[in-house]
């Protein structure tokens, strides 16, 4: 499965990120909560070592909680300060302006002893496309504009965004995508809806994620197509060649037929798809810390 990355815009983006680290005190990273390491692209921590981190877990209405619970306790381990929002609800982003200060307190008192109690705060903001970066901004700067322009292939001016009196966010333009190398990187970013269905083939994306759920998940399966049993993974059989008949059973289910009676395995990809990504099959999260 190929999936179509930027290299062009993924060299200005670091470009970028490399000239203005000196004037932030700190870097958000925003990253998906179902998917906290398929989300990440690794280049972040070479290009901002150095810079406090506050990781943003976001979706977390989506994910596992006991997962995201795990995942937040390994981000602190590693030093980072660690943060768990809904952006699209606004759960856990009040938080953010006080956790970018306990974050930063020594320097903040630092600046207080040298009579710079005013200095503003800046903080970098990265994340890959669709993570919830620009509901997460909007959020906790309060902002009611939403942009609609933040897609791959469109690059936006770098902005200033305030938060408060004196903390300023870098909403950072450009694209920062993780490592593809990895195809199943590229699934789970496929499959969360990170990656466009446009530079994918529906059908097939879909039967990879029936084969997860079936694998990990049969009864999230099972209750959401109403299925007694799933069709069994035969001896040998391609593990897209079993999603593809799970894909069938639930499109037989729903009733989804082209005429001549065959199932529509199109309709069926598309519902699997949205219903996975809304939350309607549940809440999961598809990496675990200790995998
Ligand atoms: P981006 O800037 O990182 O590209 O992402 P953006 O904020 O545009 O968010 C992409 C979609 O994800 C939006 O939905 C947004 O509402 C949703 N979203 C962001 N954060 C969360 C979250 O924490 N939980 C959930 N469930 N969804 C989140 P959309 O379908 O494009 O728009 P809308 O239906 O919300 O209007």
Redesign the pocket.
């Known amino acids: 499965m190929e999936i179509q990355w930027y290299p062009g815009h993924m060299a200005k983006t670091r470009r970028m990120i490399t000239e203005q680290l000196r004037n932030v005190d700190a870097v958000c990273e925003?990253l998906d909560a179902r998917i906290p390491l398929s989300s990440r692209n690794p280049d972040v921590d070479g290009l901002t070592a150095g810079k406090p981190r506050l990781v943003v877990l976001?979706?977390?209405?989506?994910a596992d909680p006991a997962v995201t619970r795990q995942w937040a306790a390994r981000f602190r381990q590693g030093g980072a300060a660690v943060l768990e929002?809904?952006?699209?609800?606004g759960?856990g982003t009040a938080r953010f302006a006080a956790a970018v200060r306990e974050l930063l307190a020594e320097k903040l008192r630092a600046y207080a002893e040298k009579g710079q109690a005013g200095r503003v705060v800046r903080v970098m903001v990265l994340?890959?496309?669709?993570?919830?970066?620009?509901?997460?901004?909007?959020r906790v700067a309060g902002r009611k504009t939403?942009?609609a322009e933040?897609?791959p292939g469109v690059t936006r001016a770098k902005q200033w965004v305030p938060v408060d009196k004196g903390l300023e966010l870098l909403d950072t333009p450009g694209i920062l995508w993780p490592k593809f190398e990895d195809p199943a990187v590229g699934l789970r970013l496929a499959f969360t809806g990170a990656v466009r269905d446009e530079i994918l083939d529906t059908e097939t994306l879909a039967c990879h994620l029936a084969a997860y759920l079936g694998e990990r998940y049969p009864e999230a399966l099972k209750t959401g197509y109403k299925l007694a049993e799933l069709p069994a993974r035969e001896e040998g059989e391609d593990e897209i060649a079993w999603g593809c008949r799970l894909l069938e059973a639930a499109g037989s289910r729903r009733g989804f037929r082209i005429s001549g009676g065959e199932i529509d395995t199109e309709r069926m990809a598309k519902t699997i798809l949205d219903e996975f990504r809304g939350?309607r099959l549940g809440r999961f999260t598809l990496e675990a810390p200790e995998e």
């Open positions: 925003i976001n979706r977390v209405d989506q929002t809904d952006a699209k609800n759960a994340g890959i496309p669709n993570v919830g970066k620009s509901t997460f901004i909007n939403a942009k933040d897609r939350g």
